[in-house]
């Protein structure tokens, strides 16, 4: 009877263990993409993402807490194909707590992740960090609008994802300091409008409205004052529990453009991140040169940032998929852009993945290409090409996940 109990007590632990696990299925991306190479699918120096892993952990165990990921990259960001994948899994596993930092591409005339529709009543000015000449400054989420006239207002809707209608209940809104700026918000669903505005003295990063019931879209609209208004993004949450998780990309944009916006950095804490993803480089590879010391120099700027505004955070830095250099041959500085990056992180013990040499380096771009997944250009990926990157990426978080459960047992 003693044993029996001790294997009823066994099993039960296997099997609390195993309904933590994270299912991954590599065989299904290399169906979509045969030329990847699985077995380099996984974050090295992945040490590093322990603290990260135990709080996914803990809200699985619990039901309880936000686990917030801030990714943050360039075009091959901005559309946000590659970053749904991640983000919907993972709170398909661990909750969803929200979309997360969203911005109304449209009226920056930008391209638009596919479940954000915005637009306005009139033509509103804009810039992005990839464009420091231009004296508009960006903030969190690498963009701003900005706009004059008075009764100016834009829209801004949610679409139903794959698995289903998004909503929110809790907005935290960007906007310029300026203590006679101020807002009305009118949230679908809510009868009530919202004021949004800053006290004079308020030092906070964010004005926060709590709707009174779920919606999924909203409109915001300037009321009269003698300056200009300038909206940063909205960060749109809920109360539930599970993975929070913000992309920030920035067409165009470079590690030493982000370095120099200053207001982006002022603004970042306020995600209080658990990791930073890190998708940046095809952009320092569009030369024919490659200094290493420079982007080196620069990174390490970069992470130096990270480190000040968010000690206690996990970084994960990604490479970029191969591609071709202005369409005649695969990108040699994107090679030797990916290498520096990879030993870099291997000399700092830096968790890294490697998407360049999973998609099995230089030259593989025309494998991409053979099977429809890259655009016209040579640079950029189809949706479903980076729909393949996502599955990846999460693939490799999920089995750095599931070793972590391992080893706690």
């Given amino acids: 009877m003693k044993k029996t109990w001790i294997a009823i007590i066994v099993l039960f632990v296997s099997g609390s263990l195993l309904a933590q696990q994270i299912p991954v299925d590599d065989n299904a991306t290399l169906r979509q993409f045969p030329g990847a190479s699985t077995i380099f699918n996984r974050i090295f120096n992945s040490g590093k993402l322990d603290s990260f892993y135990q709080k996914l952990y803990t809200v699985k165990k619990t ?17 946000d194909f590659l970053s749904a994948v991640v983000r919907n899994n993972l709170q398909q596993f661990f909750g969803n707590a929200g979309r997360g930092m969203v911005f109304p591409f449209q009226l920056a005339q930008s391209n638009s992740p596919q479940d954000i529709t915005s637009f306005s009543n009139v033509t509103w000015q804009f810039n992005r960090i990839a464009h420091p000449e231009i004296p508009i400054t960006p903030g969190i989420s690498g963009y701003t609008v900005r706009t004059s006239p008075t009764g100016a ?39 009530n409008p919202y004021l949004v505005r800053k006290e004079e003295g308020d030092s906070s990063l964010y004005s926060e409205v709590v709707l009174e019931y779920n919606s999924n879209s909203f409109s915001l609209a300037t009321l009269p004052s003698g300056n200009a208004k300038e909206f940063y993004g909205v960060s749109l949450e809920n109360n539930n529990p599970g993975v929070l998780y913000h992309m920030i990309g920035v067409n165009g944009v470079r590690y030493d453009q982000f370095n120099i916006a200053d207001l982006f950095w002022k603004q970042l804490p306020a995600l209080h991140a658990d990791l930073y993803i890190i998708s940046l480089g095809t952009n320092e590879a569009q030369k024919p040169d490659f200094d290493n010391a420079a982007f080196q120099h620069e990174l390490d700027i970069f992470l130096q940032k990270i480190k000040t505004i ?8 990604t490479t970029a998929a191969d591609s071709y250099y202005k369409k005649r041959r695969s990108n040699l500085v994107l090679r030797e852009l990916n290498v520096s990056l990879f030993n870099y992180c291997t000399q700092k013990n830096i968790p890294i993945w490697d998407l360049y040499r999973i998609t099995n380096g230089y ?19 189809t949706g479903e ?13 999920a089995k750095g996940y599931n070793n972590f459960v391992n080893l706690i047992k």
């Fill in 63 to 79: 039901g309880k807490g936000v686990v917030n990921i801030v990714h943050i990259g360039d075009s091959h960001l901005q559309a």
């Fill in 153 to 191: 207002a834009f829209d801004l809707s949610l679409r139903p994802n794959e698995y289903g209608p998004q909503s929110f209940n809790r907005l935290k809104f960007f906007l310029d300091g300026n203590s006679t700026s101020s807002w009305i918000l009118q949230a679908e669903h809510n009868t």
């Fill in 310 to 317: 968010s000690p206690h955070a996990a970084v994960l830095i």
């Fill in 363 to 381: 030259g593989s771009a025309y494998n991409w290409v053979r099977r429809g997944l890259m655009n016209d250009d040579r640079i950029h990926f």
């Fill in 385 to 397: 090409g980076y729909r393949i990157q996502g599955q990846l990426l999460f693939n490799a978080i």
